[in-house]
């Protein structure tokens, strides 16, 4: 795998919408002082968000061992100790930062529309070596990456994730600029995930049940959780 796509092993084997509003007006204080946009990584305060996809997956993560879970985002501490501790072998890929940072635009069409080196980025990004997944953490990663990567990248991950393996995403469904502010997203113990300011990119799509279900059309089955604010919650099943 490149360095991009890590492992790191399991020790034994080697919310709201005020939520939100905190956060925005903390970035966009940041913003108007002329402070520098955040390099990789991540910043600010954690702030609690309840989430019943993580609820309903996280039982699965504790009565399971020995799972293989892809977590794609900036390194999040957290998150690697608690699914290590469970006994979980854990793959990091930060997707967002490499598909937006990264030269893949080859060019432009004949209508001057990007042309972007599609399978590149799934060479560095997305590189599995023929492993197999049991759970990928996608969190909010599909709203911010250039269109052209979306379905490739989803049908990367149905190869790469074993049948029954599962996929938790959250998809945003308005694009207003308060509620697409782009987050690192912590796991807990509890019901909640934590959100963190993480480096800016700036949203591309909101989500409608029916672009979901369109978009996730060659997997078995997918759960919609309801949440209070613009983020639809799923857990897709392989």
């Given at each position: 795998?490149?360095?991009?796509?890590?492992?790191?092993?399991?020790?034994?084997?080697?919310?709201?919408?005020?939520?939100?509003?905190?956060?925005?007006?903390?970035?966009?204080?940041?913003?108007?002082?002329?402070?520098?946009?955040?390099?990789?990584?991540?910043?600010?305060?954690?702030?609690?968000?309840?989430?019943?996809?993580?609820?309903?997956?996280?039982?699965?993560?504790?009565?399971?061992?020995?799972?293989?879970?892809?977590?794609?985002?900036?390194?999040?501490?957290?998150?690697?100790?608690?699914?290590?501790?469970?006994?979980?072998?854990?793959?990091?890929?930060?997707?967002?930062?490499?598909?937006?940072?990264?030269?893949?635009?080859?060019?432009?069409?004949?209508?001057?529309?990007?042309?972007?080196?599609?399978?590149?980025?799934?060479?560095?990004?997305?590189?599995?070596?023929?492993?197999?997944?049991?759970?990928?953490?996608?969190?909010?990663?599909?709203?911010?990456?250039?269109?052209?990567?979306?379905?490739?990248?989803?049908?990367?991950?149905?190869?790469?994730?074993?049948?029954?393996?599962?996929?938790?995403?959250?998809?945003?469904?308005?694009?207003?600029?308060?509620?697409?502010?782009?987050?690192?997203?912590?796991?807990?113990?509890?019901?909640?995930?934590?959100?963190?300011?993480?480096?800016?990119?700036?949203?591309?799509?909101?989500?409608?049940?029916?672009?979901?279900?369109?978009?996730?059309?060659?997997?078995?089955?997918?759960?919609?959780?309801?949440?209070?604010?613009?983020?639809?919650?799923l857990i897709v099943t392989r």
């Amino acid at each position: 795998m490149t360095e991009s796509c890590a492992e790191v092993r399991p020790a034994s084997a080697v919310g709201s919408r005020g939520n939100f509003k905190l956060l925005s007006r903390w970035l966009n204080k940041k913003q108007q002082s002329g402070a520098a946009a955040p390099a990789q990584g991540i910043n600010g305060p954690r702030v609690p968000r309840h989430s019943g996809a993580w609820a309903a997956l996280r039982k699965r993560l504790q009565s399971e061992p020995g799972l293989q879970i892809i977590d794609i985002g900036t390194t999040s501490p957290a998150n690697i100790n608690y699914l290590t501790g469970l006994g979980h072998s854990v793959f990091l890929a930060d997707v967002v930062f490499d598909a937006c940072t990264g030269s893949w635009q080859a060019g432009t069409d004949a209508d001057d529309q990007p042309v972007w080196n599609v399978e590149g980025f799934l060479e560095q990004a997305l590189k599995f070596s023929g492993r197999k997944f049991d759970v990928v953490l996608l969190w909010t990663a599909l709203d911010y990456l250039p269109e052209a990567f979306v379905e490739p990248v989803v049908a990367r991950l149905f190869e790469a994730t074993s049948p029954g393996g599962q996929v938790l995403a959250f998809c945003h469904t308005r694009t207003n600029v308060e509620e697409s502010t782009h987050y690192r997203f912590h796991v807990t113990p509890g019901d909640d995930v934590e959100m963190q300011l993480t480096q800016q990119f700036p949203i591309q799509r909101a989500f409608t049940n029916r672009s979901i279900k369109q978009l996730f059309a060659a997997w078995s089955d997918y759960r919609q959780f309801l949440a209070k604010d613009s983020v639809s919650e799923l857990i897709v099943t392989r």
